[in-house]
């Protein structure tokens, strides 16, 4: 039987280090700079740490970069449109369940 490492929690309080989000995510690690840069990811101390939860985020941009060969830049915006679309999808479903009271 092979013995797989513990699965971590991603949330707010549990932080890793920028060498381990880039292993996490695929991303190279000049790339999650520029990406800190454009604000796309926000590091949580010094030296830089991030939620964990970043890896998600991280994982998506990845897919991103493969899938339509952006750039950071590019990265940025469908990053920023598609967390913005995350917001209104749950707004609408919070809404969606007021009514249905």
């Known amino acids: 039987m092979i013995d797989h490492p513990r699965p971590e ?3 707010a309080e549990t932080t890793i280090a920028l060498e381990e989000l880039v292993a996490a995510s695929g991303l190279p690690r000049e790339t ?3 990406l800190v840069e454009w604000g796309v990811f926000q590091p949580a101390g010094e030296p830089w740490t ?3 939860r970043t890896v998600v ?3 998506r ?9 952006l750039d950071p830049a590019g990265l940025a915006l469908a990053a920023a ?3 913005r679309i995350d ?4 707004r609408l479903r ?3 369940c007021q009514l249905l009271r």
């Open 87 to 90: 917001e209104l999808e749950a």
């Open 9 to 11: 929690f991603l949330d």
């Open 57 to 59: 985020l991280a994982r």
């Open 94 to 96: 919070e809404l969606e």
């Open 81 to 83: 449109l598609l967390e």
């Open 50 to 52: 991030f939620a964990s």
């Open 32 to 34: 999650v700079v520029e």
């Open 61 to 69: 941009a990845a897919r991103l970069r493969r899938a339509f060969d």
